[in-house]
């Protein structure tokens, strides 16, 4: 393994969670797998970079459902001494308080042998008062204060450990959403201290937008971050008067403060661009759209086929495109591998016995109102007869809601009742506690992948990219990345119309109406009637969508565009 002299180092990605493996349970969906592949494609790269996180040692949660289909959620700790090391020590001012803050390293390895660095940041330190202690142990839990005190010693504590850990020629800080905003506050406050008194405001703002990058991931207002600034002047006494511009009504949006901050501002997919333009108008919002490391989403079946058929793509993702001169019956025969794989599974955890010869659908993700999750179940009527008169279909959950999401948590319950409703005619199955190792058994077991946000609330999704890996179809509304990635009857298929502003509770009676016409019309008698073409289209899949929306493609446009 092949480590980097820490002066090397010029890019520094700050992120509230990071998932490297699914034993390390600082992470808690999305936003933390992308996070993950970044610096996955970074070790691979040999880009000069290092990552930045919370320790997040009591997890997010472990779902349990129980016998009333309802989640419920339970502590989810790991040990984290046996894979990281402390290697530094830093303090920062919380109050009147000065709470010590250590850095725990653990090293990512590339595909060609080289590695970086992520610093997960641990304040339950001997010395420190117990609510302090509890900063880096829950991610996201907590109210208003917790939350704006694990944001400071993220962003403050990560910017100021750094240089202690000899890291002392970053050139870029990239924020990965909003939540490490203050990393521009604490540069300011040292470009301040360090600068003569003629020199004015308007040069340190300058200073610090140079070295900052801004990543922001939600085209939801309530999805950013936002505290009062009583909260924030009590708990930051410091916090610099120069900023006070970007106040409104006397409070302070995280995802503003990064804006401000930085010289290079992206969203995760051109839609999401152009809703971040309209969310912060007067702000040029460039568009880097996601991608995921395909190393890791590719399940061992798969890689096995393209080590013998595209031996370049472990080190290069764009040969994925080669997936063209596979046979479509290998790429068959390797998805039905995969498939029996997630069948035992499923029988194993639920007692439910599937068929691999049963077009199977598969949905997993975060839990929560403009996902429409259950937009499937909409019509049990229709789905039923589909399924009696044109094909059989067996469909397969997964996912959590957050602990204080009510309306997810419904639809999770609602899920599990529909599926004993109707268990003697159609196989509905849920599978709890999703995570990482979850998702590399299900993404490439299942037919085809369905994705039903409410557009434009998807800012990118990464999971269809995943899917598409492993030669598995999209089936998804026109949002995020899938307004790139479909290419109809091609790689998938898309629901509903493009750019549809119709009221929300009306276009659920549209997208599901279209949904089961797709189902009924296109889908299924592709898949059983004429399976060559099936296997074509997945084939395609792979060439297309895979060998473009990877992280590799992802951080050298990073690269290029941001960082250069």
Same mark, same amino acid.
């Given at each position: 393994?092949?480590?980097?002299?820490?002066?090397?180092?010029?890019?520094?990605?700050?992120?509230? *969670?990071?998932?490297?493996?699914?034993?390390?349970?600082?992470?808690?969906g999305g936003l933390g797998v992308l996070a993950g592949d970044t610096l996955k494609a970074a070790a691979d790269l040999n880009t000069p970079m290092l990552g930045v996180t919370?320790?997040? $040692?009591?997890?997010?949660?472990?779902?349990?459902?129980?016998?009333?289909?309802?989640?419920?959620?339970?502590?989810?700790?790991?040990?984290?001494? #046996?894979?990281?090391?402390?290697?530094?020590?830093?303090?920062?001012?919380? &109050? *009147?308080?000065?709470?010590?803050?250590?850095?725990?390293?653990?090293?990512?390895?590339?595909?060609?042998?080289?590695?970086?660095?992520?610093?997960?940041?641990?304040?339950?330190?001997?010395?420190?008062?117990?609510?302090?202690?509890?900063?880096?142990?829950?991610?996201?839990?907590?109210?208003?204060?917790?939350?704006?005190?694990?944001?400071?010693?993220?962003?403050?504590?990560?910017?100021?450990?750094?240089?202690?850990?000899?890291?002392?020629?970053?050139?870029?800080?990239?924020?990965?959403?909003?939540?490490?905003?203050?990393?521009?506050?604490?540069?300011?406050?040292?470009?301040?201290?360090?600068?003569?008194?003629?020199?004015?405001?308007?040069?340190?703002?300058?200073?610090?937008?140079?070295?900052?990058?801004?990543?922001?991931?939600?085209?939801?207002?309530?999805?950013?971050?936002?505290?009062?600034? $009583?909260?924030?002047?009590?708990?930051?006494?410091?916090?610099?008067?120069?900023f006070l511009e970007i106040i409104t009504e006397n409070r302070l949006n995280m995802s503003r403060l990064a804006l401000y901050s930085s010289s290079y501002v992206n969203g995760?997919?051109?839609?999401? +661009?152009?809703?971040?333009?309209?969310?912060?108008?007067?702000?040029?919002?460039?568009?880097?759209?996601?991608?995921?490391?395909?190393?890791?989403?590719?399940?061992?079946?798969?890689?096995?086929?393209? $080590?013998?058929?595209?031996?370049?793509?472990?080190?290069?993702?764009?040969?994925?495109?080669?997936?063209?001169?596979?046979?479509?019956?290998?790429?068959?025969?390797?998805?039905?591998?995969?498939?029996?794989?997630?069948?035992?599974?499923? *029988?194993?955890?639920?007692?439910?016995?599937?068929? &691999? $010869?049963?077009?199977?659908?598969?949905?997993?993700?975060?839990?929560?109102?403009?996902?429409?999750?259950?937009?499937?179940?909409?019509?049990?009527?229709?789905?039923?007869?589909?399924?009696?008169?044109?094909?059989?279909?067996?469909?397969?959950?997964?996912? #959590?809601?957050?602990?204080?999401?009510?309306?997810?948590?419904?639809?999770?319950?609602?899920?599990?009742?529909?599926?004993?409703?109707?268990?003697?005619?159609?196989?509905?199955?849920?599978?709890?506690?999703?995570?990482?190792?979850?998702?590399?058994?299900?993404?490439?077991?299942?037919?085809?992948?369905?994705?039903?946000?409410?557009?434009?609330?998807?800012?990118?999704?990464?999971?269809?990219?995943?899917?598409?890996?492993?030669?598995?179809?999209?089936?998804?509304?026109?949002?995020?990345?899938?307004?790139?990635?479909?290419?109809?009857?091609?790689?998938?298929?898309?629901?509903?119309?493009?750019?549809?502003?119709?009221?929300?509770?009306?276009?659920?009676?549209?997208?599901?109406?279209?949904?089961?016409?797709?189902?009924?019309?296109?889908?299924?008698?592709?898949?059983?009637?004429?399976?060559?073409?099936?296997?074509?289209?997945?084939?395609?899949?792979?060439?297309?969508?895979?060998?473009?929306?990877?992280?590799?493609?992802?951080?050298?446009?990073?690269? +290029?565009?941001?960082?250069?």
């Amino acid at each position: 393994m092949v480590k980097k002299n820490k002066k090397e180092i010029k890019i520094a990605y700050f992120s509230m *969670e990071i998932a490297i493996k699914n034993h390390i349970k600082s992470y808690s969906g999305g936003l933390g797998v992308l996070a993950g592949d970044t610096l996955k494609a970074a070790a691979d790269l040999n880009t000069p970079m290092l990552g930045v996180t919370l320790l997040n $040692d009591r997890g997010y949660f472990k779902q349990v459902i129980n016998e009333k289909g309802e989640q419920k959620e339970e502590p989810d700790e790991y040990d984290y001494s #046996k894979f990281k090391e402390m290697v530094g020590e830093s303090f920062i001012n919380i &109050k *009147e308080d000065k709470v010590k803050v250590h850095a725990w390293e653990y090293k990512v390895e590339g595909s060609s042998g080289h590695s970086i660095p992520i610093y997960f940041l641990d304040t339950d330190v001997e010395g420190n008062k117990e609510k302090y202690r509890k900063l880096t142990g829950k991610l996201y839990g907590g109210n208003e204060e917790y939350r704006l005190m694990q944001e400071i010693v993220l962003g403050r504590g990560g910017a100021k450990l750094l240089p202690i850990l000899g890291h002392d020629n970053i050139e870029k800080y990239h924020l990965n959403e909003g939540h490490a905003a203050l990393v521009g506050v604490e540069l300011f406050l040292k470009y301040k201290r360090e600068s003569s008194a003629e020199e004015d405001k308007g040069k340190l703002i300058s200073k610090v937008r140079d070295k900052c990058v801004f990543t922001t991931h939600t085209p939801i207002k309530a999805g950013h971050d936002v505290f009062r600034m $009583d909260t924030v002047k009590r708990l930051q006494p410091d916090f610099p008067s120069e900023f006070l511009e970007i106040i409104t009504e006397n409070r302070l949006n995280m995802s503003r403060l990064a804006l401000y901050s930085s010289s290079y501002v992206n969203g995760v997919a051109l839609s999401h +661009q152009k809703i971040s333009t309209e969310m912060f108008p007067g702000r040029e919002v460039s568009s880097i759209t996601n991608g995921v490391h395909s190393r890791t989403w590719i399940s061992p079946e798969f890689k096995k086929l393209f $080590d013998e058929d595209i031996p370049n793509w472990r080190h290069c993702s764009m040969s994925l495109r080669n997936a063209l001169n596979i046979s479509p019956d290998k790429i068959w025969r390797a998805h039905q591998k995969a498939k029996e794989k997630l069948i035992n599974h499923v *029988e194993e955890e639920k007692s439910l016995k599937l068929s &691999k $010869d049963i077009f199977t659908i598969g949905f997993a993700r975060r839990f929560t109102g403009y996902k429409r999750s259950t937009l499937l179940l909409h019509d049990m009527g229709k789905l039923l007869e589909i399924h009696d008169k044109v094909g059989k279909i067996q469909i397969i959950y997964a996912g #959590k809601a957050h602990p204080s999401d009510w309306g997810g948590k419904e639809m999770i319950k609602k899920i599990n009742e529909t599926a004993r409703k109707y268990e003697d005619k159609i196989k509905i199955v849920f599978l709890e506690d999703y995570d990482m190792e979850l998702a590399k058994l299900l993404i490439p077991g299942v037919d085809i992948w369905l994705n039903t946000p409410l557009p434009p609330n998807e800012a990118s999704g990464t999971s269809g990219m995943k899917a598409a890996h492993n030669g598995v179809p999209h089936f998804s509304t026109l949002d995020g990345w899938w307004l790139e990635g479909c290419v109809e009857g091609k790689t998938g298929w898309a629901i509903g119309e493009k750019h549809n502003a119709t009221d929300p509770e009306e276009l659920i009676e549209k997208d599901a109406a279209d949904l089961y016409d797709k189902l009924e019309n296109k889908i299924l008698p592709c898949y059983y009637q004429k399976p060559e073409i099936w296997r074509q289209i997945m084939r395609q899949t792979i060439a297309i969508n895979a060998s473009f929306f990877n992280s590799e493609r992802m951080l050298r446009e990073y690269t +290029q565009e941001a960082y250069l």
